[in-house]
């Protein structure tokens, strides 16, 4: 469905992705692992085509098609979708009102009431809410991961937090996931948790922006686990997460 080919992503002089190449199956579930700074967001901006983000080299192939010079509007209407690793907050918008506009438009997906129950919120409590402030970090994540199950979107690319993240959120995360498997969806989920990175198909790692590894889920945790440990060369001055309030 999606491939990624030698890509190489440059900030200034400096290399946050280096000759990357992974290739995802349709239905496919294809974690990606690896510590603060060391590419992984960037990887998942760089497939849905954020402007900062374009590539110096290779390519993204969407169903054998280079779409690599494709804005962020043409890849959603490919069905390609991104959750951000910290949600967006939109003054006077609903969440009703956010899931609405999100949902898949032939009609046949779930409701919002539905997505909701999904992620453990009761409609009652959170139609009528204002996407906001008010609403903690976890409420915030869950609300997205509704949008994502109602968008039933061909590829979901899933940036899980590094931090502020309860463990029934990412009971919710496992739970969201598998739903859109069931739907047909491709999942791309960014995690430093082993243990929602140990549910793919398959999983990858990357270091100061190569790709190191790819294999089995338990596999390639344990050379997690015993390999990458932090380091003084990762790229934390660009893997900042973009502010879209």
């Not at 946050?16 to 692992?33: G, P, T, Y």
Request: proline share 4%.
């Amino acid at each position: 469905m999606l491939e990624i080919q030698d890509l190489t992503l440059r900030k200034g002089n400096k290399n946050i992705l280096s000759n990357v190449s992974l290739a995802f199956r349709q239905k496919e579930i294809h974690s990606l692992l690896g510590r603060n700074g060391t590419g992984k967001s960037t990887l998942g901006y760089a497939i849905m085509g954020l402007p900062e983000y374009g590539p110096a080299s290779g390519k993204v192939l969407w169903k054998g098609r280079d779409i690599s010079g494709m804005s962020i509007s043409e890849r959603a209407k490919l069905g390609i979708t991104l959750a951000w690793q910290e949600p967006a907050r939109f003054e006077g918008l609903e969440v009703g009102e956010y899931l609405e506009l999100s949902r898949n438009k032939d009609g046949k997906g779930p409701s919002v009431s539905e997505c909701l129950r999904e992620v453990g919120l009761e409609p009652e409590a959170y139609l009528k809410r204002q996407l906001d402030e008010t609403l903690s970090g976890g409420e915030r994540k869950r609300i997205e991961l509704a949008a994502v199950l109602a968008m039933q979107p061909a590829l979901a690319i899933l940036d899980e937090p590094d931090s502020g993240i309860d463990a029934l959120s990412i009971d919710f995360i496992k739970n969201v996931i598998r739903a859109l498997v069931k739907k047909g969806s491709t999942i791309l989920l960014i995690t430093h948790h082993e243990s929602v990175a140990e549910m793919a198909d398959r999983t990858s790692v990357l270091c100061s922006g190569k790709l190191l590894k790819t294999g089995r889920p338990e596999e390639i945790s344990r050379f997690f686990r015993n390999h990458c440990q932090p380091c003084t060369h990762v790229n934390e001055p660009d893997e900042e997460v973009i502010p879209h309030d």
